[in-house]
């Protein structure tokens, strides 16, 4: 079966109860995200990220690609909110020193027309 159809088809509340962590509950948020608005269900896939925003600011302060991958996963909703969700995704990802963050939040910025703070060594 297609990972992506045995995502959808395993009941939500199964993959969550399968977590055993908050940064793997939002993992888990985010992977279902993402499916279901790659299979046209935009609407629960906001609903979902969302949560997975709320779980990642709540519970992982310390899990920075957890963090900005649920904002990014939000964006995809929500692309008029971009400037702050962008700035707060940047913020994380540069806080935590994570180079591979910081390209994927500049590369969804450059897309969308958004700007971001320069770095100043």
């Known amino acids: 079966m297609n990972p992506i159809q045995e995502l959808l088809d395993t009941p939500l509340e199964l993959l969550l109860a399968a977590a055993r962590t908050p940064v793997e509950q ?4 985010v992977r279902r995200a993402n499916a279901e608005m790659d299979q046209g269900d935009v609407d629960r896939g906001k609903q ?11 519970t992982c302060p310390k899990a920075a ?15 008029d909110n971009a400037a702050p969700l962008l700035a ?7 806080s935590a020193n ?8 500049v590369h969804a910025a450059r897309t969308l027309g958004v700007p971001l ?4 060594f």
């Open 88 to 94: 707060e995704a940047h913020g994380i990802a540069d």
């Open 98 to 105: 994570e180079p591979q963050l910081i390209t994927a939040i």
């Open 65 to 79: 690609r957890e963090r900005v991958l649920a904002l990014l996963c939000f964006l995809r909703t929500a692309p």
């Open 48 to 58: 979902l990220a969302l949560e997975a925003v709320e779980l990642a600011r709540q």
């Open 117 to 120: 703070p320069t770095h100043v």
């Open 26 to 29: 939002v993992d888990t948020l």
